[in-house]
């Protein structure tokens, strides 16, 4: 299993305030769909609850310490990151799914993910914002830049890739 985390940031580390993202860019959106679209995703309770439904073509772990007696078709709840984990490898050894499993925040699960993980998608999103949740943008020194572009359309919207220097030499 790689472990990815996908993440939109601004330049002062905000992902999001009262459970919502601060900006529409649906550039990123697009993006997003496209890095995340026929994977395993991982994410908190609160950032499933903030897509509000399941995501075509991918199926959602959704980590959470209450009980949830019932999840709708490719939604899965699980009550630690270890169970994620777990859950994640057997859907992949069932052959229905890819060896990236991306993380899709917020910002707790983000954290705990970090040392697990191997390449990060980051959106740096132009701008200060006043949030609530943030991405620490001091990234492991391990962690090395991979890939580095502009955005066409909107002047100051960047695409990263930084990877774990062991998961290249692997
Ligand atoms: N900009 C981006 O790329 C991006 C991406 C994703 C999210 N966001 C933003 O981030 C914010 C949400 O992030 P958040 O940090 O507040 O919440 P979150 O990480 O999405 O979810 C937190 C919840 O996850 C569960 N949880 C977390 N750690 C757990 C653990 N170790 N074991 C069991 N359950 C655990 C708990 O659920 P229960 O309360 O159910 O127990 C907890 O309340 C929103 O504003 C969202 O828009 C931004």
């Known amino acids: ?24 860019f649906s550039e990123d959106l697009t993006y997003f769909k496209k890095r995340t679209t ?20 991918r199926f959602h772990i959704v980590v959470s310490r209450e009980s949830h007696s019932s999840s709708p078709e490719n939604v899965q709840y699980v009550s630690s990151l270890q169970e994620a984990y ?5 859907l992949i050894s069932s052959g229905g799914w890819p060896e990236e499993v ?15 993980t191997n390449f990060i998608y980051i959106t740096r999103i132009p701008g200060h914002f006043d949030g609530d ?12 830049i991979a890939f580095s572009q502009f955005s066409e359309a909107h002047p100051g919207l960047r695409y990263e890739i930084w990877s774990k220097a062991q998961t290249l030499a692997d």
Request: no cysteine; charged share 20%.
């Open 1 to 24: 299993m790689i472990l990815s985390h996908i993440v939109a940031v601004s330049e002062n580390g905000v992902i999001g305030k009262n459970n919502q993202l601060l900006w529409h």
């Open 38 to 57: 026929g994977k395993i995703m991982i994410m908190g309770r609160k950032t499933y609850d903030s897509i509000g439904k399941p995501l075509p073509k």
């Open 86 to 90: 777990t859950v994640a490898e057997k």
């Open 102 to 116: 991306m993380i899709v925040g917020g910002g707790q699960i983000y954290k705990d993910t970090l040392p697990d």
């Open 133 to 144: 949740t943030y991405y620490d943008l001091k990234l492991p020194a391990d962690f090395g």
